[in-house]
Nanobody, 121 residues
Framework: QLQLVESGGGLVQPGGSLRLSCAAS????????IGWFRQAPGKEREGVSC????????NYADSVKGRFTISRDNGKRTVYLQMNSLKPEDTAVYYC??????????????WGQGTQVTVSS
């Protein structure tokens, strides 16, 4: 079964850090660009970051530039999102998805369960 499973979310204080993981199964991760998205209550899902399949080039939403870092370990079939200096406005359910290239305007497959990130004191 082709799927991506997100993990690593939790409750963190403002200024804190979390590392999210996106684990792939049923397909070869190397061939795909992987993007992280998030959806806050009452808001539309938005793209956060993306990493390409070949060059490993990355891009970020303006709201997270300089705070979040996306990386991939194809050997472990996992993509990570390191989130530092977290702010309350980062609170959302975070999802990962695969596609052909960044930015991920079209994803392959369906959305997973996501992982909840809550930034609060």
């Amino acid at each position: 079964q082709l799927q991506l499973v997100e993990s690593g979310g939790g409750l963190v204080q403002p200024g804190g850090s979390l590392r999210l993981s996106c684990a792939a199964s049923g397909f070869t991760l190397d061939y795909y660009a992987i993007g992280w998205f998030r959806q806050a209550p009452g808001k539309e899902r938005e793209g956060v970051s993306c990493i390409s399949s070949s060059s490993g080039s990355t891009n970020y939403a303006d709201s997270v530039k300089g705070r979040f870092t996306i990386s991939r370990d194809n050997g472990k079939r996992t993509v990570y999102l390191q989130m530092n200096s977290l702010k309350p406005e980062d609170t959302a359910v975070y999802y990962c998805a695969r596609g052909s290239h960044c930015p991920l305007n079209l994803i392959f497959g369906s959305w997973g369960q996501g992982t909840q990130v809550t930034v609060s004191s």
